[in-house]
């Protein structure tokens, strides 16, 4: 089959916000069919869900990695775009439930296959653990709104300060809008696709830009400092999209999911991508590298030097205070499993994994014969 492709994305992230959830934008809910994966941790939801894509990417069809923020080996969800299939773990924190039952979605609830008396013997260590994670969260996701306090003060002091030559910014975002969409109108409401492209994990910060990006024709690759508009430049370019009628897929900041850092708009074959010391992407050729720095008046930042150093220091400590109790909250995730795993009828289950996928190959067949 052509054009296949692997995406790998984050449907939610651990944000100053919280576990913040894109998943209502995984797939359409008029798909062809949402497979809601129900059961405790341990149970395979993951497993079950990369074992059936890899078995269509044999088959050379193009999938979609949802992957978990806070488990860097772990799927949150697959989808197969060319027929319109996704798979999607259904569990707390982004608790899904079938919204349109029998007819597109069906709940696939893999406790059926454990031995719930063994399970229950853990039952005081399950909910112990289940509370320490809980805890552990709540920490991290501390930490994470004073990061984002600390980078509002970052930006504040290019703001506060005159620094920042909007006018000129305002000039460059209307360039750049004109040599991308060339005044070129669509007749057709456009769509928008809401994910993440990186998140903040138990093993850092993380990213797969280069299975959104490398493959798009066109790339215009924004840097500079926070504060300096970069995120101005996108959001313009997301809202001209929207009146020139072009879908698009909007990819938000890990740390902050109301503001935008990337966009493609697949009609155009064009990117728009943040770069930064969080997430750098490297340029390749004939890339479009904007640097915002153009649009800073260094000399009105010197006078806030001590302070925006120790704001960018206590910002960097912030992050790495949540991501160590984010690891926690993995490692404790981890333990959790443990209870589950040895009651687990795990041949029964790859049954029913291999019966679902027959059920998938059958609705490839049905596709196949609609478009001949």
Known sequence: MKNQAVKKVFPGGNTSQGFYSFYHHIIPLDATRIFVMKGGPGVGKSTFM????????????????????????????????????????GTAPHVVD???????????????????????????????????????????YGYLAQAKLLNDEIESYYLDGDALDIAGLNRQANIL???????????????????????????????????????????????????????TLVQKIYQAAMVYGFDTEVFHCALDPNRIEHMIIPQLQTAIITSNTSHPYSPKADDTVLNTEMFINRSAVKVYAEDLDKAQDLYGDSIKRAIGFIARAKKAHDDLESYYIPYMDFPSLNKRRDSILQRIMNYMGSEFENKN
Not at 112 to 134: C, F, L, P, Q, S
Not at 180 to 188: A, E, W
């Open 50 to 89: 990369k074992t059936i894509a890899g078995s269509l990417l044999a088959q050379g069809y193009s999938v979609e990695f949802h992957c978990c923020s806070s488990d860097n080996d772990s799927l949150d969800g697959i989808v197969i775009p060319q027929i319109g299939i996704a798979m999607i773990d």
């Open 98 to 140: 079938p919204k349109n039952p029998g007819a597109v979605d069906e709940i696939v609830h893999l406790g059926d296959h454990w031995n719930e008396a063994g399970v229950r013997t853990h039952k005081e260590m399950i909910i112990k653990t289940n509370k320490e994670i809980g805890r552990l969260f709540r920490r991290a």
């Open 177 to 231: 809008i004109k040599g991308i969409f060339n005044d070129n109108l669509r007749q057709k409401p456009p769509k928008s696709r809401h994910l993440f492209a990186s998140a903040i994990t138990p093993e850092g910060l993380a990213n797969h830009f280069d299975t959104l990006f490398d493959s798009v024709a066109k790339r215009y690759i924004i840097t500079g400092e926070p504060g300096t508009g970069k995120s």
